[in-house]
């Protein structure tokens, strides 16, 4: 694990806003099959339409990978269906309606949890933290995905861009968490696998924002804005004694 300039006092950290893909789940392995499975449908099968929409979106052709930062990996389905609709001359809507139905549902992936997900998350919980998500994904997609590894019992609070809390990088989600548990912000830590993460943190004035490595970007990316990299949730516990 890597520290960076900011020390934190993790006996204050009373409660955690986790970002769900590529912090609880495996991004990769879960979204981008649910992400050509979409974009073929909206590029009613053109190929070749269907591949420059995913690299207008951040998916790199050549590493097979979603870059860091990009809409792929930070946006959210109204902000994929603005790009895909357009390439694509459809109506946004239509298209957003698509990806929610299309992101939700398990015949287009199976969602892949990151190595020890639920025995990090039970030893959370039994250390007395209050436990959250909040995604960039919808409502539905939070119990769609994280229903099929058996951790959603887990969390107090779980929250989309469509639950009426903002998106990401604003603070609404995290100051919803709040509001739930009854915490002051700095005694919530913010995890995530995104800069957009971080700066939802910073922008909620959270105790201690979290950067891992299961996801899209690399530790350089996350450094600069994190109070702490971590190479998996599964470092999480031992910081609280």
Not at 44 to 73: E, N, P, Y
Not at 79 to 108: C, G, R, Y
Not at 213 to 224: D, I, M, V
Request: glycine letters at 10%; a negative charge.
């Amino acid at each position: 694990m890597s520290i960076s300039k900011r020390s934190v006092d993790f006996s204050q950290i009373k409660g955690i806003v986790f970002d769900k893909d590529g912090t609880l789940l495996n991004f990769h392995d879960t979204w981008v099959p649910r992400a050509r499975a979409a974009v073929l449908a909206v590029a009613d099968g053109d190929h070749a339409l269907a591949q420059s929409m995913l690299q207008a979106t951040g998916f790199d052709l050549d590493t097979k990978r979603v870059l860091g930062g990009s809409i792929l990996a930070a946006g959210n389905n109204r902000d994929i269906s603005l790009v895909w609709a357009q390439l694509a001359k459809k109506p946004i809507n239509e298209v957003e309606t698509l990806l929610n139905n299309m992101f939700a549902a398990s015949t287009h992936g199976s969602s892949v949890a990151v190595e020890g997900l639920v025995p990090c998350l039970n030893a959370l919980a039994n250390k007395g933290l209050a436990l959250g998500v909040a995604t960039m994904d919808s409502e539905a997609g939070i119990q769609a995905t994280l229903g099929h590894v058996g951790c959603l019992h887990l969390f107090d609070y779980k929250v989309g861009y469509d639950s009426g809390f903002g998106s990401k990088p604003g603070p609404g989600m995290v100051l919803g968490f709040c509001q739930h548990t009854g915490l002051r912000p700095q005694q919530v830590m913010v995890v995530g696998d995104n800069t957009h993460d971080l700066y939802m943190g910073k922008s909620a004035n959270s105790g201690c924002n979290v950067g891992v490595l299961t996801g899209t970007s690399t530790r350089a990316q996350l450094e600069a804005d994190a109070d702490l990299v971590l190479d998996s949730i599964a470092d999480l516990s031992c910081l609280f004694v």
